[in-house]
């Protein structure tokens, strides 16, 4: 990976972290996403998918 491809990557899952930990996600998500972490929208997209991932397994293995 190129260092530009891994800041984008490691911001992607920064912000699935974040949007997993989050209590009561934010309406529309993908907006919110881009204002906070300055993603793409396809970015913003991969990062739901990933928090949505965490939290599956957050709540299969505690």
Same mark, same amino acid.
């Given at each position: 990976?190129? %260092?530009?491809? &891994?800041?984008?990557? =490691? !911001?992607? !899952?920064? #912000? *699935?972290?974040? $949007? #997993?930990?989050?209590?009561?996600? /934010? &309406? /529309?998500?993908? /907006? =919110? $996403?881009?204002? +906070?972490? %300055? $993603?793409? *929208? $396809? =970015?913003?997209? =991969?990062?739901?998918?990933? *928090? +949505?991932?965490?939290?599956?397994? +957050?709540? #299969?293995? %505690?």
């Amino acid at each position: 990976m190129t %260092g530009t491809d &891994h800041e984008h990557s =490691e !911001t992607v !899952t920064i #912000a *699935a972290q974040w $949007l #997993a930990d989050q209590r009561d996600p /934010p &309406h /529309p998500i993908v /907006p =919110e $996403l881009r204002s +906070r972490f %300055g $993603l793409s *929208a $396809l =970015e913003c997209c =991969e990062a739901i998918s990933r *928090a +949505r991932q965490m939290t599956i397994c +957050r709540k #299969a293995f %505690g």
